[in-house]
């Protein structure tokens, strides 16, 4: 984790180092699915969902067609839900206690674009890393506040990979970007060096006492996006 840490750090000290001469910024949001592929997907028959957002500190202009960013994503692979009682000494009062399994990921991106137009088809090239954790909360039965929570599983691996989406204009001027809205629609295929973590049913109480029974393998997954991305002016 710490290496991973590190190499999120060393990223962002380089990308933005050089990010205060960048005029041609561009940010998005996106809600995404991801399908958990080859061994992963043999473990894992879930489809994952969640967010995922970047920045491109330098996106393609007619200048250049070339862009470089940062994406970061967050998706819940499986989700399990019980009632459980207070004590065994007080049974009769229950809290709803909710476990995810998640998968967390940092990329440093490069995109190659269509740099005018209403309509941009680009191509991305990613690499980054992944965190995958498992985490249980605790909240009352009717009042959904958390009383508690804790991550019991965790672990990290690399990831690399490509994809390719298209723009569409949705708003303000193509020419100058003032204003300009698009919708972006995108797909990326990521490939997850080995690592372990816990799906649905690898974490189990037995006799009062907790046991992990977590899996290994390569993470790739398959993400399909939707969202949009706005041009971002601060040198008007």
Do not use: C
Not at 164 to 188: K, V
């Amino acid at each position: 984790m710490a290496k991973y840490l590190s190499a999120i750090v060393i990223s962002l000290i380089i990308i933005f180092s050089f990010s205060n001469n960048l005029t041609a910024q561009q940010a998005g949001i996106n809600f995404s699915l991801a399908l958990p592929q080859g061994e992963f997907g043999k473990q894992v028959d879930n489809i994952g969902y969640g967010l995922s957002g970047e920045f491109l500190l330098l996106s393609p202009q007619p200048k250049s067609p070339f862009g470089i960013g940062l994406s970061l994503s967050y998706y819940v692979y499986g989700r399990e839900i019980s009632s459980e009682p207070w004590s065994q000494t007080i049974p009769w009062i229950t809290l709803d206690v909710e476990k995810t399994n998640n998968l967390l990921n940092f990329h440093v991106l490069f995109e190659v674009g269509l740099p005018t137009g209403s309509i941009r088809p680009y191509i991305q090239g990613l690499f980054g890393g992944e965190y995958l954790y498992t985490q249980t909360s605790v909240s009352g039965e009717y009042e959904q506040e958390t009383i508690a929570s804790s991550t019991n599983y965790d672990d990290w691996a690399w990831s690399y990979g490509a994809g390719g989406g298209i723009l569409i204009l949705l708003g303000g001027d193509p020419i100058t970007e003032i204003g300009a809205i698009y919708l972006d629609l995108r797909g990326r295929y990521l490939f997850g060096s080995e690592t372990t973590y816990l799906k649905e049913g690898d974490m189990q109480v037995i006799n009062g006492n907790l046991y992990y029974s977590p899996s290994k393998s390569k993470t790739d997954i398959l993400t399909i996006h939707a969202g949009v991305r706005i041009a971002l002016n601060f040198n008007e």
